[in-house]
């Protein structure tokens, strides 16, 4: 089942959740929607469910217009954060509920009825668990059965919210593992929304980020990564460093250093920020000449190391700018830079808190101040 959003706009009150949404879901395909709270993803989840209504737009599933079909004909399955498993019911009457409620003529009979659950179980897992109550399982158990419920009816979009927020990390690790398996196996067109980088990144075929109820960027995880459309982009997928400076004939100067930016060839004298995220910052003690290169042009940042944090394989090193080379014991919050590298190289430097160090760039995405203009 393929889905065709066009030209959605949802307002609420002076609320705008939902700017102009534009989207195509191919059939089969696992689709993240990620982004911040109220930013318009459940909304927009919402309103392929049918549970709210577009004030704008129309939604087509496999090119039939079913903007106004009631949510009851859709024939999407949906699974909450919160489970919303029966709790008077077994595991088993939990499955089976939207079976047993169908009209008469599509009912299945008893014994088809128990035949699907059980296969459902088993796909999910969980068959040894069929006579017990909700309140007997575990956080992840409970949403393996919820999802087990949205499949029983065999819809043709399975729609999540935020399916593993309310369980711990470890979990939920577990939990996203086990998705992406089962969609694999199952190729249910399958949407679900998330505020959680590293769940959409590690599960989705496509992701969307979404941001005040506007689309900022579709693409694969690795695109997205790799190739951010925009700022909003860039510090939303993981840690990042941002760094203030000018563009001018595609050099970007950056509070005391300089990169070669020729995509910006043509800017002259145009503010400009850039993004770096931590494991592309070169680290290394500071010596008197070592921030400038061959013609002179300053390289890197001086920075003070305040604080290290080295958990397993990884040192985060936290830096604080110092300008004119001296300790900034006065840098405010938002100075601080954060460095990633490997732990047994922060112990072979034998760096230590105070120390002076050179923080040097390898990558940086450089993008101008739109109000500036080139």
């Not at 008469?104 to 659950?117: F, H």
């Not at 929304?193 to 969307?208: K, S």
């Not at 900022?216 to 860039?234: L, N």
Request: glycine share 8%; hydrophobic share 40%; aromatic share 6%.
């Amino acid at each position: 089942m393929s889905i065709e959003i066009r030209n959605v706009s949802k307002q609420f009150g002076d609320f705008q959740a939902l700017r102009d949404v534009s989207l195509d879901i191919a059939s089969g395909e696992l689709i993240a929607l990620l982004g911040p709270s109220g930013c318009g993803k459940t909304t927009l989840l919402r309103i392929i469910a049918g549970l709210e209504t577009a004030d704008v737009g129309s939604i087509h599933f496999s090119g039939e217009d079913t903007t106004d079909v009631h949510v009851r004909e859709r024939n999407v399955g949906f699974v909450f954060q919160h489970y919303a498993l029966f709790r008077h019911m077994t595991v088993f009457e939990n499955v089976a509920f939207g079976l047993r409620v169908k009209p008469r003529s599509e009912r299945p009979s008893e014994a088809q009825i128990k035949q699907k659950v059980m296969d459902l179980l088993k796909l999910v897992q969980l068959d040894w668990l069929a006579e017990r109550y909700p309140s007997q399982l575990s956080g992840g158990q409970r949403q393996r059965i919820a999802l087990a419920r949205a499949l029983a009816v065999e819809p043709k979009v399975l729609l999540l919210d935020e399916p593993f927020g309310a369980l711990d990390a470890k979990v939920r690790k577990e939990l996203r593992r086990w998705l992406r398996r089962l969609h694999d196996e199952l190729h249910v067109t399958s949407i679900f929304v998330t505020h959680d980088q590293e769940e959409a990144l590690e599960v989705a075929d496509r992701v969307v980020v979404i941001n005040q109820g506007k689309i900022e960027q579709s693409g694969t995880p690795q695109q997205v990564w790799d190739h951010p459309a925009s700022p909003f982009v860039y510090g939303f997928l993981g840690d990042v460093n941002l760094f203030h400076g000018r563009a001018h004939e595609g050099l970007v100067h950056l509070e005391g250093m300089e990169l070669d930016s020729p995509e910006h060839h043509q800017a002259q004298n145009a503010k400009a920020f850039a993004y770096v995220r931590p494991h592309d910052l070169d680290v290394e003690r500071y010596t008197s000449g070592a921030g400038v290169d061959e013609d002179g042009r300053p390289r890197g940042i001086v920075a003070q190391l305040e604080r290290a944090i080295v958990v397993g394989p990884i040192a985060r090193l936290e830096l604080i700018p110092t300008g004119d080379h001296q300790p900034a014991h006065n840098a405010a919050p938002q100075a601080l830079i954060e460095a990633q590298i490997p732990a047994q190289q922060y112990r072979d430097m034998g760096f230590a808190q105070g120390d002076m160090l050179l923080v040097t760039p390898r990558r940086a995405r450089v993008f101008l101040d739109q109000a500036s203009g080139i």
